[in-house]
Protein backbone atom coordinates (compact mmCIF):
# COMPACT_ATOMS: atom_id res chain seq x y z
CA UNK A 1 0.00 0.00 0.00
CA UNK A 2 2.68 2.26 0.69
CA UNK A 3 4.36 2.08 -2.58
CA UNK A 4 1.30 3.25 -3.90
CA UNK A 5 0.96 6.31 -2.26
CA UNK A 6 3.34 9.59 -4.24
CA UNK A 7 5.73 11.37 -2.56
CA UNK A 8 3.96 14.20 -1.91
CA UNK A 9 1.15 12.42 -0.27
CA UNK A 10 4.24 10.66 2.08
CA UNK A 11 5.51 13.92 3.11
CA UNK A 12 1.53 15.25 4.10
CA UNK A 13 0.95 12.27 6.21
CA UNK A 14 5.08 13.18 7.98
CA UNK A 15 3.79 16.55 8.07
CA UNK A 16 0.59 15.97 10.07
CA UNK A 17 2.06 13.52 12.59
CA UNK A 18 4.40 15.48 13.65
CA UNK A 19 2.01 18.17 14.70
CA UNK A 20 -0.39 15.44 16.33
CA UNK A 21 2.15 13.00 17.25
CA UNK A 22 -0.46 10.10 16.82
CA UNK A 23 -0.38 7.46 14.59
CA UNK A 24 -4.54 6.56 14.84
CA UNK A 25 -5.59 10.27 14.45
CA UNK A 26 -3.14 10.60 11.01
CA UNK A 27 -4.51 7.21 9.91
CA UNK A 28 -8.20 8.64 10.44
CA UNK A 29 -7.63 12.28 9.08
CA UNK A 30 -5.89 10.57 5.45
CA UNK A 31 -8.13 7.12 5.68
CA UNK A 32 -6.22 4.89 5.47
CA UNK A 33 -4.47 2.24 8.23
CA UNK A 34 -2.94 2.73 10.94
CA UNK A 35 -0.08 -0.10 9.56
CA UNK A 36 0.08 2.31 5.78
CA UNK A 37 1.09 5.21 8.49
CA UNK A 38 4.18 3.28 9.92
CA UNK A 39 5.32 1.97 7.25
CA UNK A 40 5.59 5.76 5.62
CA UNK A 41 6.88 6.90 8.96
CA UNK A 42 9.67 3.56 9.31
CA UNK A 43 10.31 2.54 5.98
CA UNK A 44 13.73 0.58 6.77
CA UNK A 45 11.26 -1.55 8.92
CA UNK A 46 9.77 -2.93 5.79
CA UNK A 47 5.95 -1.77 7.04
CA UNK A 48 6.42 -4.11 10.15
CA UNK A 49 4.33 -3.60 13.04
CA UNK A 50 6.76 -2.65 15.03
CA UNK A 51 5.11 -1.23 18.21
CA UNK A 52 3.00 -4.65 18.57
CA UNK A 53 6.04 -6.67 17.67
CA UNK A 54 7.81 -5.48 20.99
CA UNK A 55 4.57 -7.03 22.75
CA UNK A 56 4.14 -10.11 20.71
CA UNK A 57 7.62 -11.19 20.63
CA UNK A 58 7.66 -11.98 24.15
CA UNK A 59 4.69 -14.18 24.16
CA UNK A 60 5.78 -15.67 21.19
CA UNK A 61 9.24 -16.58 22.23
CA UNK A 62 7.32 -17.64 26.07
CA UNK A 63 5.20 -20.00 24.18
CA UNK A 64 7.70 -21.60 21.92
CA UNK A 65 9.24 -22.19 24.84
CA UNK A 66 6.98 -23.77 26.59
CA UNK A 67 6.28 -25.74 23.75
CA UNK A 68 9.98 -27.01 23.66
CA UNK A 69 9.77 -27.61 27.36
CA UNK A 70 6.71 -29.81 26.90
CA UNK A 71 8.19 -32.06 24.30
CA UNK A 72 11.20 -32.35 26.35
CA UNK A 73 9.03 -33.67 29.06
CA UNK A 74 7.27 -36.16 27.23
CA UNK A 75 10.37 -37.36 25.78
CA UNK A 76 11.48 -37.88 29.58
CA UNK A 77 8.22 -39.51 30.83
CA UNK A 78 8.65 -41.66 27.49
CA UNK A 79 12.46 -42.78 28.20
CA UNK A 80 10.95 -43.64 32.25
CA UNK A 81 8.05 -45.87 30.86
CA UNK A 82 10.11 -47.75 28.58
CA UNK A 83 12.68 -48.06 30.98
CA UNK A 84 13.78 -51.87 30.41
CA UNK A 85 16.08 -53.85 33.05
CA UNK A 86 17.78 -56.88 32.03
CA UNK A 87 16.67 -60.32 34.12
CA UNK A 88 18.66 -63.15 33.90
CA UNK A 89 16.19 -66.48 34.25
CA UNK A 90 16.32 -70.45 33.63
CA UNK A 91 13.49 -72.17 32.05
CA UNK A 92 15.38 -75.70 32.83
CA UNK A 93 18.98 -77.29 33.58
CA UNK A 94 19.40 -78.34 29.86
CA UNK A 95 18.75 -74.88 28.11
CA UNK A 96 21.05 -72.04 28.31
CA UNK A 97 20.40 -68.76 30.71
CA UNK A 98 18.90 -66.06 28.36
CA UNK A 99 17.46 -62.45 29.38
CA UNK A 100 14.09 -60.75 29.76
CA UNK A 101 13.39 -57.19 29.48
CA UNK A 102 10.98 -56.16 32.11
CA UNK A 103 9.36 -52.47 32.18
CA UNK A 104 10.70 -51.22 35.15
CA UNK A 105 7.91 -47.74 35.51
CA UNK A 106 5.22 -49.40 33.34
CA UNK A 107 2.48 -47.16 35.24
CA UNK A 108 1.95 -43.51 35.68
CA UNK A 109 1.82 -43.90 39.19
CA UNK A 110 5.54 -45.91 39.00
CA UNK A 111 6.70 -42.91 37.24
CA UNK A 112 5.28 -40.09 39.17
CA UNK A 113 7.13 -41.98 42.27
CA UNK A 114 9.79 -42.18 40.71
CA UNK A 115 9.92 -38.65 39.91
CA UNK A 116 9.13 -37.86 43.78
CA UNK A 117 12.31 -40.09 44.82
CA UNK A 118 14.69 -37.90 41.79
CA UNK A 119 13.24 -34.39 43.41
CA UNK A 120 13.85 -35.77 47.26
CA UNK A 121 17.42 -36.51 46.55
CA UNK A 122 17.93 -33.38 43.92
CA UNK A 123 16.75 -31.41 47.51
CA UNK A 124 19.43 -32.88 49.73
CA UNK A 125 21.90 -33.18 47.82
CA UNK A 126 22.03 -29.27 47.21
CA UNK A 127 21.41 -28.67 50.58
CA UNK A 128 24.18 -31.18 51.41
CA UNK A 129 26.58 -29.01 49.37
CA UNK A 130 25.23 -25.34 51.20
CA UNK A 131 25.72 -27.44 54.09
CA UNK A 132 29.63 -27.87 52.89
CA UNK A 133 29.28 -23.77 52.16
CA UNK A 134 28.59 -23.49 56.15
CA UNK A 135 25.49 -22.37 54.65
CA UNK A 136 21.54 -22.69 55.59
CA UNK A 137 19.98 -25.49 53.91
CA UNK A 138 17.24 -24.11 52.14
CA UNK A 139 16.23 -26.06 49.18
CA UNK A 140 13.36 -28.25 49.19
CA UNK A 141 12.34 -30.96 46.63
CA UNK A 142 9.72 -29.33 43.70
CA UNK A 143 6.20 -30.36 43.06
CA UNK A 144 6.44 -33.34 40.09
CA UNK A 145 3.47 -32.79 37.70
CA UNK A 146 0.25 -34.90 38.52
CA UNK A 147 -1.25 -38.37 36.98
CA UNK A 148 -3.11 -36.96 34.21
CA UNK A 149 -0.18 -34.54 33.30
CA UNK A 150 1.81 -37.30 32.97
CA UNK A 151 -0.98 -39.28 30.94
CA UNK A 152 -1.01 -36.31 28.64
CA UNK A 153 3.00 -36.38 27.40
CA UNK A 154 2.73 -39.76 27.14
CA UNK A 155 0.25 -40.20 24.72
CA UNK A 156 1.74 -36.92 23.08
CA UNK A 157 4.85 -38.80 22.32
CA UNK A 158 3.45 -41.91 20.86
CA UNK A 159 2.64 -43.72 24.13
CA UNK A 160 -0.71 -45.83 24.84
CA UNK A 161 -2.05 -47.69 27.99
CA UNK A 162 -2.50 -51.14 27.39
CA UNK A 163 -4.49 -53.07 29.45
CA UNK A 164 -4.62 -56.64 29.87
CA UNK A 165 -7.61 -58.74 29.32
CA UNK A 166 -9.29 -60.49 32.25
CA UNK A 167 -9.46 -64.46 31.46
CA UNK A 168 -13.23 -65.54 30.89
CA UNK A 169 -14.70 -68.62 33.67
CA UNK A 170 -14.97 -71.66 31.91
CA UNK A 171 -18.56 -73.12 31.92
CA UNK A 172 -17.93 -76.00 34.68
CA UNK A 173 -16.24 -73.47 37.16
CA UNK A 174 -19.40 -71.17 36.70
CA UNK A 175 -21.77 -73.77 37.90
CA UNK A 176 -19.25 -74.72 40.77
CA UNK A 177 -19.16 -71.17 41.77
CA UNK A 178 -23.18 -70.61 41.66
CA UNK A 179 -23.43 -74.24 43.73
CA UNK A 180 -21.03 -73.49 45.88
CA UNK A 181 -22.79 -70.29 47.52
CA UNK A 182 -26.21 -71.95 47.03
CA UNK A 183 -24.96 -74.99 49.17
CA UNK A 184 -23.69 -72.36 51.92
CA UNK A 185 -27.09 -70.22 53.14
CA UNK A 186 -24.84 -69.43 56.11
CA UNK A 187 -23.24 -66.97 54.22
CA UNK A 188 -26.14 -64.46 54.46
CA UNK A 189 -24.92 -64.27 58.08
CA UNK A 190 -22.95 -61.62 59.08
CA UNK A 191 -22.17 -63.71 62.68
CA UNK A 192 -21.51 -66.47 60.64
CA UNK A 193 -18.83 -64.77 58.22
CA UNK A 194 -17.15 -63.22 61.43
CA UNK A 195 -15.77 -66.88 62.35
CA UNK A 196 -14.53 -67.20 58.91
CA UNK A 197 -10.71 -67.45 58.51
CA UNK A 198 -9.85 -66.72 54.75
CA UNK A 199 -5.75 -68.00 53.87
CA UNK A 200 -3.60 -68.03 50.77
CA UNK A 201 -0.33 -67.74 49.59
CA UNK A 202 0.84 -64.62 47.69
CA UNK A 203 4.09 -63.88 45.66
CA UNK A 204 5.43 -60.67 46.07
CA UNK A 205 8.33 -59.73 43.53
CA UNK A 206 10.21 -56.19 43.17
CA UNK A 207 8.88 -55.07 40.17
CA UNK A 208 4.90 -55.35 41.18
CA UNK A 209 2.32 -53.17 40.37
CA UNK A 210 -0.97 -52.78 41.36
CA UNK A 211 -2.42 -51.62 37.99
CA UNK A 212 -2.86 -53.86 35.00
CA UNK A 213 -2.18 -51.53 32.46
CA UNK A 214 1.49 -50.65 30.57
CA UNK A 215 3.03 -48.11 28.49
CA UNK A 216 3.56 -49.38 24.95
CA UNK A 217 4.11 -47.40 22.03
CA UNK A 218 0.92 -46.99 19.56
CA UNK A 219 0.42 -49.74 17.51
CA UNK A 220 2.64 -52.81 19.00
CA UNK A 221 0.46 -54.08 21.89
CA UNK A 222 1.76 -57.28 21.40
CA UNK A 223 4.84 -55.38 23.80
CA UNK A 224 2.58 -55.66 26.25
CA UNK A 225 3.72 -58.44 28.81
CA UNK A 226 1.78 -60.28 32.00
CA UNK A 227 2.16 -57.64 35.04
CA UNK A 228 2.10 -60.78 37.17
CA UNK A 229 5.90 -61.99 37.31
CA UNK A 230 5.68 -65.32 39.12
CA UNK A 231 8.60 -67.22 37.89
CA UNK A 232 11.55 -67.15 40.94
CA UNK A 233 14.04 -66.08 37.85
CA UNK A 234 12.38 -63.61 37.07
CA UNK A 235 13.13 -60.50 39.73
CA UNK A 236 13.84 -60.37 43.31
CA UNK A 237 10.81 -62.82 44.45
CA UNK A 238 9.35 -64.11 47.46
CA UNK A 239 6.45 -66.12 48.64
CA UNK A 240 4.74 -66.10 51.76
CA UNK A 241 1.10 -67.56 53.45
CA UNK A 242 -0.96 -65.20 55.87
CA UNK A 243 -4.96 -65.95 56.94
CA UNK A 244 -7.09 -63.01 58.03
CA UNK A 245 -10.20 -63.20 60.21
CA UNK A 246 -12.41 -60.82 61.92
CA UNK A 247 -10.01 -59.22 64.26
CA UNK A 248 -7.16 -61.17 63.96
CA UNK A 249 -3.83 -61.05 61.82
CA UNK A 250 -1.72 -64.17 61.30
CA UNK A 251 2.16 -63.52 61.23
CA UNK A 252 3.58 -63.86 57.79
CA UNK A 253 5.14 -67.27 57.19
CA UNK A 254 7.78 -67.10 54.28
CA UNK A 255 7.77 -70.03 51.82
CA UNK A 256 11.51 -71.39 51.22
CA UNK A 257 11.57 -73.93 48.16
CA UNK A 258 13.73 -76.63 48.95
CA UNK A 259 12.64 -80.16 50.09
CA UNK A 260 14.72 -81.58 53.14
CA UNK A 261 17.90 -82.72 51.69
CA UNK A 262 17.98 -79.06 50.06
CA UNK A 263 17.27 -79.47 46.48
CA UNK A 264 14.76 -77.14 45.08
CA UNK A 265 11.24 -77.47 43.83
CA UNK A 266 9.09 -75.21 41.84
CA UNK A 267 5.99 -75.00 44.11
CA UNK A 268 4.43 -75.22 47.38
CA UNK A 269 3.93 -79.02 48.51
CA UNK A 270 1.72 -80.71 51.35
CA UNK A 271 4.33 -81.43 52.99
CA UNK A 272 5.81 -78.62 53.60
CA UNK A 273 2.26 -76.83 54.06
CA UNK A 274 1.34 -78.68 57.12
CA UNK A 275 4.83 -79.23 58.83
CA UNK A 276 6.13 -75.55 58.63
CA UNK A 277 2.51 -73.73 57.70
CA UNK A 278 -0.34 -74.92 59.57
CA UNK A 279 2.20 -76.54 62.77
CA UNK A 280 2.95 -72.68 63.46
CA UNK A 281 2.09 -72.40 67.13
CA UNK A 282 0.17 -69.14 66.56
CA UNK A 283 -1.65 -70.15 63.71
CA UNK A 284 -2.65 -73.75 64.89
CA UNK A 285 -4.04 -72.41 68.14
CA UNK A 286 -6.26 -70.12 65.99
CA UNK A 287 -7.33 -73.03 63.86
CA UNK A 288 -8.02 -75.24 66.30
CA UNK A 289 -10.83 -72.50 67.71
CA UNK A 290 -14.13 -74.40 67.74
CA UNK A 291 -15.77 -71.22 66.73
CA UNK A 292 -13.67 -70.93 63.51
CA UNK A 293 -13.84 -72.20 60.11
CA UNK A 294 -10.52 -71.98 58.03
CA UNK A 295 -10.90 -71.31 54.60
CA UNK A 296 -7.95 -72.18 51.88
CA UNK A 297 -8.67 -72.15 48.35
CA UNK A 298 -7.94 -75.31 45.73
CA UNK A 299 -4.33 -75.51 45.10
CA UNK A 300 -3.05 -78.38 45.18
CA UNK A 301 -1.26 -78.12 48.55
CA UNK A 302 -4.53 -77.28 50.78
CA UNK A 303 -6.80 -79.71 48.61
CA UNK A 304 -4.15 -83.08 48.85
CA UNK A 305 -5.89 -85.90 50.81
CA UNK A 306 -3.06 -85.74 53.18
CA UNK A 307 -3.83 -82.23 54.20
CA UNK A 308 -7.62 -82.67 54.67
CA UNK A 309 -6.89 -85.52 56.58
CA UNK A 310 -4.14 -83.31 58.84
CA UNK A 311 -6.95 -80.99 59.47
CA UNK A 312 -9.79 -83.61 60.13
CA UNK A 313 -7.44 -85.32 62.93
CA UNK A 314 -6.60 -82.40 64.82
CA UNK A 315 -10.41 -81.39 64.68
CA UNK A 316 -10.93 -78.31 62.55
CA UNK A 317 -13.37 -77.09 60.57
CA UNK A 318 -12.68 -76.25 57.07
CA UNK A 319 -14.65 -75.70 54.18
CA UNK A 320 -14.05 -78.79 51.83
CA UNK A 321 -16.05 -77.11 48.39
CA UNK A 322 -14.18 -73.82 47.81
CA UNK A 323 -14.30 -73.66 44.12
CA UNK A 324 -11.62 -73.68 41.62
CA UNK A 325 -10.39 -70.44 39.92
CA UNK A 326 -12.23 -68.32 42.26
CA UNK A 327 -9.73 -66.08 44.13
CA UNK A 328 -12.15 -62.78 43.11
CA UNK A 329 -14.50 -64.43 46.42
CA UNK A 330 -11.62 -64.37 48.85
CA UNK A 331 -11.18 -61.44 50.28
CA UNK A 332 -7.58 -61.73 51.69
CA UNK A 333 -6.66 -61.02 47.53
CA UNK A 334 -7.61 -57.52 48.17
CA UNK A 335 -5.17 -57.85 50.76
CA UNK A 336 -2.26 -58.80 48.99
CA UNK A 337 -3.37 -55.95 46.55
CA UNK A 338 -2.96 -53.40 49.47
CA UNK A 339 0.50 -54.88 50.66
CA UNK A 340 1.54 -54.41 46.74
CA UNK A 341 0.72 -51.01 46.98
CA UNK A 342 2.41 -50.07 50.05
CA UNK A 343 5.72 -50.85 49.07
CA UNK A 344 7.26 -47.87 47.76
CA UNK A 345 10.73 -48.35 47.15
CA UNK A 346 12.03 -51.66 44.95
CA UNK A 347 13.94 -53.46 47.09
CA UNK A 348 17.43 -55.09 45.47
CA UNK A 349 17.79 -58.66 47.04
CA UNK A 350 15.11 -61.20 48.52
CA UNK A 351 15.91 -60.25 52.50
CA UNK A 352 15.18 -56.70 51.93
CA UNK A 353 12.18 -57.29 50.15
CA UNK A 354 10.85 -59.84 53.14
CA UNK A 355 11.38 -56.79 55.81
CA UNK A 356 9.77 -54.36 53.20
CA UNK A 357 6.79 -56.36 53.53
CA UNK A 358 6.83 -57.41 56.86
CA UNK A 359 6.79 -53.66 57.79
CA UNK A 360 3.93 -53.32 55.69
CA UNK A 361 1.95 -55.78 57.12
CA UNK A 362 2.48 -54.65 60.55
CA UNK A 363 1.24 -51.09 59.48
CA UNK A 364 -2.20 -52.86 58.52
CA UNK A 365 -4.90 -51.88 60.88
CA UNK A 366 -7.62 -54.22 62.45
CA UNK A 367 -10.02 -52.11 61.35
CA UNK A 368 -8.93 -52.67 57.55
CA UNK A 369 -8.69 -56.30 57.47
CA UNK A 370 -12.53 -56.25 59.61
CA UNK A 371 -13.95 -54.76 56.51
CA UNK A 372 -12.40 -56.39 53.73
CA UNK A 373 -13.59 -59.58 55.72
CA UNK A 374 -17.08 -58.70 55.58
CA UNK A 375 -17.01 -57.45 51.94
CA UNK A 376 -17.86 -61.48 51.32
CA UNK A 377 -21.29 -61.40 51.98
CA UNK A 378 -21.33 -59.12 49.27
CA UNK A 379 -19.01 -61.35 46.99
CA UNK A 380 -21.08 -64.15 47.55
CA UNK A 381 -24.49 -62.59 47.09
CA UNK A 382 -23.40 -61.03 43.60
CA UNK A 383 -21.56 -64.53 42.42
CA UNK A 384 -25.16 -65.86 43.00
CA UNK A 385 -27.14 -63.06 41.35
CA UNK A 386 -24.96 -63.60 38.24
CA UNK A 387 -25.21 -67.18 37.90
CA UNK A 388 -21.75 -68.05 39.34
CA UNK A 389 -20.30 -64.61 37.46
CA UNK A 390 -18.17 -62.16 39.08
CA UNK A 391 -17.90 -61.09 42.64
CA UNK A 392 -16.57 -58.15 41.85
CA UNK A 393 -18.38 -54.60 42.28
Given at each position: ??????????????????????????AKHFKCSPNTVRAILHPDKNGRRTDMDRVRKPYRDKKKKAKVERNKQARCLAKLARAEEHRVYYTGKKRKAHVRRLPKYPTRRAIQRKLIVDEIQKANAKNKRLRQKKKKATAEPKDVVSLSTIGRRLKSAGLRSIVRPKVPFAQENIQRRKNFVKNHPEFKNVAYISTMLFSDEHFVTSNDETSR??????GKRHLAIPRERKSKHNAVCS????????????????????????TRRKRLNADFYQRKILSNPQVLAKLKDKKCVFVQDGASSHNAKTTKAWLKRRGI???????????????????????????DAIPENEAELRKTVEEKWAQIPLATINKYVGSFKGKAERVYARNGGSAKK
Amino acid sequence: MPNLISPERKGEIKGFFTCCNNVSQTAKHFKCSPNTVRAILHPDKNGRRTDMDRVRKPYRDKKKKAKVERNKQARCLAKLARAEEHRVYYTGKKRKAHVRRLPKYPTRRAIQRKLIVDEIQKANAKNKRLRQKKKKATAEPKDVVSLSTIGRRLKSAGLRSIVRPKVPFAQENIQRRKNFVKNHPEFKNVAYISTMLFSDEHFVTSNDETSRTMWVTKGKRHLAIPRERKSKHNAVCSQFWAMIGHNYKSPLIWVDFKNKDGTRRKRLNADFYQRKILSNPQVLAKLKDKKCVFVQDGASSHNAKTTKAWLKRRGIKFIEDWPSHSPDMNPIEEVWALVNSMIDAIPENEAELRKTVEEKWAQIPLATINKYVGSFKGKAERVYARNGGSAKK
